[in-house]
């Protein structure tokens, strides 16, 4: 058994040189989060890791067949390759007290299931269950070791492994059909297990495969009757919670628990990788189930501010960001629902600063011609990154990459923008000033409020001139050709989000163009691109796809202009998509085809398992009422 001799927090923590969110209630919410057996290494669905003490147990796999032999060291969720496991990730809680995937490799079919033995988390079962061979010999390999240079040792023993750690010591029992193999290609002590039958894994203390089944049947019974207080969105709830889960890791270089966008990413980002607007989705997302987490991912992604105060496109596990470009500013947006969920001032005071830091950067470096624009600026960057101030840069920061309404637009160097006075952004940073404003008034720093207002008017007045009569739209402005874009997406709703038209001009562009078929309605929205656009065809990336965060930034500006049965209706139809899609895969999409609603349609380029596409899902349970809307009042603390 597995004992606490005052157990530590690690020092890690303190280490990190941010004064964002560096307070006892901050310190708490991470102790709490970093704790128990969970996948907490992003880099293995199949390692389990007990935290803090950071004692690892490992799964891979080996094949025999006949000459031939193949080994499995580590398994991701969408690996791509001829000989890749196929990963189909299904349920499971935040915790870690029950996960099940389903895997394929080379002939095995199984399905492995995972979770706590004890209400502490500190007791660890696992159940791994063949389902399918083809006539050829599959062992189990389990491994014993300590992660991120943890102190303590790790030993074969009786039956299993003995961990000798700071806090004590744990044991690691098997179960199953054991059998000796020297030829495995690990060096780490470890036992092998025949998987020609079930074999279990638990810790703290011997269990049979029928205790751990049945531990594990109560586990999953729970998981299920959590997600039925959702009713009908029950399974919407398994998708957004479990794609949030399996991608939520531990971070060794700055001991945090913080929810990434997805493993694979994270492997090609250095570590882990932390994105400017996908980070603040997620917070949001992990606020519908789970407040520690919610809190811990704004306060994480906070502290990778730049030495210029904004929030950079991508921040890296190995220290790299991206230091010439942000993100789209939804920021302000995020944590005012993040606080309206959960209203604690010393979250808002922490979140505040940073986030007026940012707001205050936009127009210093991305003003063009009294408008916003996104660019890319040269700027100190230990890592050397070789592409800054062009189209691509500037692309990446708007976060619709190789969207259609960047074609062919040139890049200035002098103004460090494109020469597109962009609709979308313009309105998404209104938008940030007002969530803001509205942030400091709670926090009675009246003046920021005064500043923050003044400037929402001040860039209200000036997007009033991108409104095109004839056309019914705002519209994008050429700065270099002088005269409006073509192209467009549905950023060009997001005025709707700021509350710039009025009446007659929002039921414009909802009517005329939102639910207009040759535009952007349809069976499954919203297109990237209009479907009349010459790009629609390849649904490629930003040229077609459906996004989440389009359909979800649209949907609140639909709420906030009271156009309520279309914003329902929206949600209902990414609702279905996405529950679909999960059913049908276990996948939580990047982004899903507008033409046949599959987030692995061969025209595309998406990851089947990102955070993000729980936005498709989410807007459900703002039109259920599990979510307060985006109008609603926020707390204010009598003054």
Request: proline share 6%; charged share 25%; with cysteine.
């Amino acid at each position: 058994m597995a004992t606490a001799e005052g157990d530590t927090w690690p020092d890690r923590l303190a280490e990190y040189a941010s004064e964002v969110g560096d307070g006892p209630e901050y310190r708490a919410i991470q102790q709490r989060l970093a704790s128990g057996w969970n996948t907490w290494d992003s880099r293995d669905v199949l390692r389990f890791v007990l935290l803090p003490e950071g004692l690892t147990l490992d799964l891979s796999l080996k094949r025999h067949a006949w000459l031939e032999e193949g080994h499995l060291e580590t398994a991701l969720i969408g690996r791509d390759g001829v000989d890749a496991e196929r990963v189909r990730p299904g349920p499971r809680s935040m915790n870690g007290s029950y996960m099940r995937l389903d895997m394929e490799w080379q002939g095995l079919t199984a399905t492995v299931e995972a979770g706590h033995a004890g209400d502490d988390m500190r007791e660890l079962v696992v159940l791994v269950t063949p389902r399918q061979t083809n006539d050829t010999a599959y062992e189990l390999i389990v491994s014993g070791g300590l992660a991120w240079n943890a102190e303590g040792t790790v030993e074969t023993a009786a039956g299993g492994f003995l961990a000798r750690l700071p806090s004590g010591t744990t044991e690691v029992y098997l179960a199953g059909r054991e059998e000796r193999d020297p030829y495995t290609q690990t060096l780490l002590p470890h036992r092998v297990l025949r998987l020609d039958r079930e074999a279990g894994i638990s810790s703290g203390r011997e269990r049979s495969l029928a205790d751990i089944r049945a531990i594990l049947d109560s586990r999953r019974s729970e998981l299920a009757a959590t997600a039925a207080e959702y009713g009908e969105l029950a399974d919407a709830f398994l998708a957004i919670s479990s794609g949030i889960a399996w991608n939520t890791v531990y971070e060794p270089r700055h001991g945090r628990v913080v929810s990434t966008v997805g493993r694979l990413w994270n492997q090609e980002y250095g570590g882990v990788a932390l994105f400017g607007w996908d980070n603040f989705f997620l917070a949001y997302l992990t606020a519908l189930y789970d407040r520690d987490l919610a809190l811990a991912n704004v306060i994480e992604h906070l502290r990778g501010a730049t030495p210029e105060g904004f929030l950079p496109n991508d921040n890296r596990g190995n220290g790299s960001k991206s230091w010439d470009r942000s993100q789209p500013p939804v920021g302000g947006l995020m944590v005012r629902e993040v606080y309206r969920r959960f209203p604690e001032r010393w979250f808002l005071e922490a979140a505040f600063e940073p986030l007026m830091a940012w707001n205050r950067w936009w127009p210093r470096k991305r003003l063009n011609e009294g408008l916003l624009s996104y660019g890319s600026h040269e700027a100190p960057n230990p890592f050397n990154e070789p592409d800054v101030q062009s189209v691509t840069t500037a692309g990446y920061e708007s976060g619709m990459d190789d969207s259609p309404m960047y074609e062919n637009v040139p890049f200035n160097p002098a103004k460090n923008t494109l020469e597109l006075q962009d609709v979308g952004l313009t309105s998404l940073y209104i938008a940030d000033c007002l969530a803001l404003s509205e942030l400091a008034r709670v926090l009675g720093r009246h003046a920021e409020a005064q500043e923050l207002a003044a400037r929402a008017r001040r860039f209200t007045a000036a997007l009033e001139g991108l409104w095109d009569e004839e056309r019914g739209y705002y519209l994008n402005y050429r700065t270099d050709l002088d005269r409006f874009s073509g192209r467009r997406s549905p950023t060009l709703f997001y005025p709707l989000i700021a509350g710039v038209p009025g009446p007659d001009r929002a039921e414009r562009l909802v009517r005329e163009h939102l639910l207009n078929p040759a535009e952007f309605w349809g069976e499954y929205v919203l297109p990237s691109t209009t479907r009349d656009d010459p790009s629609f065809p390849r649904q490629r990336y930003w040229k077609g796809a459906i996004w989440p965060p389009l359909n979800f930034l649209v949907y609140l500006g639909l709420r906030n202009a009271d156009a309520h049965d279309v914003a329902s209706d929206l949600a209902e139809r990414s609702l279905r998509m996405f529950v679909r899609e999960w059913r049908r895969k276990g996948y939580v999409s990047e982004n899903y085809s507008s033409i046949t609603g599959a987030g692995d349609d061969q025209r595309l380029s998406s990851d089947p398992f990102h955070s993000w596409g729980g936005l498709f899902g989410i807007m459900a349970f703002i039109e259920s009422g599990h979510l307060l809307p985006p109008e609603a009042p926020i707390h204010r603390e009598p003054e």
